[in-house]
């Protein structure tokens, strides 16, 4: 093994053993034995009780965020009367500056030092906010005029999301990489956590209009269904911060990251190649989750039945949380990379399925089966590869960030789901979409099939580009080994110089 000149002799030794006893080890799995052979405790394994504790959070967040993903658009238009454009635009100014908080709020995050960790304390004390004001954005008060509606909904939308969720959910993202440095046990995290998220988004999907109904409908039906969601959110995330715990420190005794100034750590984030990957892909990735709000107007208008929504729902879900149970095993294997690439190229055959007769319910609900499937390692490894991402920062640097580069994913998630939802209210207004209608006319038909099946087409396109590019699993498991040696170091006093 080559001298590096920046290192102690202590931590050279360290790091020759560490590198003699992984030879064989792959990349998502090298973490074992790199903390068994250096005495590296980051990388233990964690206990069922504080995974599942970890996990559940996604619950509290999709509970929240699946809502206003899904319904949010929808309840604008027919319940308080908004314009289906003006509705969208509202959203996506919303997002943006959501994606501004985004990057705000990651700094905050490594520049925070508590006894709780620099994480979990975003969690607890962004929750009240989250939870309210999701009550209150579903609360539009009768007897507004339009441009007072319009205030209150954007007002309330930037908090609930761009203050509440992204203060709650970039510190959820944050403690994945902080928790443990394990690379398999975040894989096995990220799992338990999209299990917990896919639950709750099919819960959501698939009983909030019942619900709506069965409080009556109209605003009393959803201020009924909201109360219900955010009063678990609130419970799921008390689980997290109550039950979980912070290990991973910096590698760097002094000039840690907390300390440096703004400038120099968004240098540092910037001179990160895949920085760029990570953002890219979730504006993409989530910009297709965005347009999914199309899915009740596409079931009603051009298959028929509304009720045919939570069908769709039901199969678009059901394999992710069987497949997500192979993943851990799958990506041990083969790599996140390889297993994401392989996920786009099926979920592209499963929209060219249903675009054969998009108004055929067998094919488009075969199609969307098959969309599922390919879901399914993105969804087990992505939040697992920003993780990855960090490591290569801090590899490469000396200097950890954590909430900065999650910041950068979930910005391009905010940025994403909001072009989302907004492309789906402009495209619906192009196409004469009119939610007083009992019939709409066959241009806003055929813009449905556009936004639901075309529009992901695409993008799902430029996903697998962007991911044949993101190969960091090349250099995981020497990133691994040469951190895991540098925490030891750092750790024992006297010999970083």
Known sequence: MAKDSTRTSAEQQRAAVAMSNTDSVTAALSADAVGEAIADTTGERLTIRERLAYGVGDIGGNLIFAPISAFLLFYLTDTVGIGA????????????????????????????????????PWLLFSMPVLVVTFILLFNVPAGLDETAKNAYVFIM?????????????????????????????????????????????????????PLVQSFGGGQGGWTATVLIYGVVAAVTLLVVFFGTKER??????????????????????????????????FLISYTVSGTAGVGIYYATDVLGDGGLYSILSLVQFVPLLIGLSFMPRIIGKVGKRRAILAGTVLTIVGILVSLIDPSNFALVLGGGLIRA???????????????????????????????????????GQNFGAGLGVALVGWLLAAGDYDGTLAVQPQSAIDMQIVIYLWLPLVLSVLMGVLMYFFNIDKNLSTIQRDLAARRVAAATPGENA
Do not use: Q
Not at 383 to 403: H, M, N, P, Q
């Open 85 to 120: 454009a003006i509705a969208g635009t509202l959203l996506l100014f919303g997002r943006v500056l959501d994606g501004t908080m985004d990057l705000v709020i990651g700094t905050l995050i490594d520049k925070t030092s508590t006894r709780w960790g620099k994480a979990r």
């Open 157 to 209: 939308y930037f908090l609930c999301l761009g203050v509440g969720f992204v203060g709650s959910n970039l510190a959820y993202h944050t403690l994945l990489s902080v928790i443990t440095s394990n690379s398999a046990m975040r894989v096995s995290l990220t799992v338990i956590r999209t299990f917990c998220a896919l639950i709750a988004t099919l819960a959501v999907n698939f009983v909030t209009f």
């Open 248 to 281: 991973v420190k910096s590698t760097v005794r002094r000039d840690a990251g907390p300390k440096l100034p703004l400038r120099r750590m968004l240098g540092m984030l910037l001179r990160n190649p895949y920085f760029y990957l990570a953002f890219g892909f």
């Open 373 to 411: 499937v390919g879901g399914i390692p993105a969804a087990a490894g992505l939040f697992a590869l920003v993780a990855d991402v960090v490591d290569f920062g801090e590899w490469k640097t000396g200097v950890r960030l954590d909430g900065m580069t999650y910041a950068a994913a979930t910005a």
